[in-house]
């Protein structure tokens, strides 16, 4: 099972850093973007992009927490 489990990890991971750095770029953007855009209403659409790029980081990093949990559980 920790044959299988590690690779999922590991994949895990990455797609943190992925979503973090999607992220990150996004949050670079906006603020750009922000003090170019005046007085407009509303979420631009790096901010939603912002958004849903530190949602998928969450759901990543949980999804890690939960494949330690299980390689945790399997080592007993």
């Known amino acids: 099972m920790n044959m299988f489990l590690i690779p999922v990890l590991v994949i895990a991971m990455a797609m943190v850093l992925v979503s973090l750095g999607r992220g990150i770029s996004a949050f670079m953007q906006s603020t ?13 659409e790096m901010q939603l992009k912002q958004n849903k790029m530190m949602m998928a980081r969450i759901l990543w990093q949980g999804a890690a927490v939960m494949v330690v949990a299980m390689l945790l559980f399997a080592s007993r």
Not at 37 to 44: E, K, M, Q, V
């Open 32 to 44: 750009r973007e922000d003090l170019e855009r005046g007085d407009a209403t509303g979420p631009s």
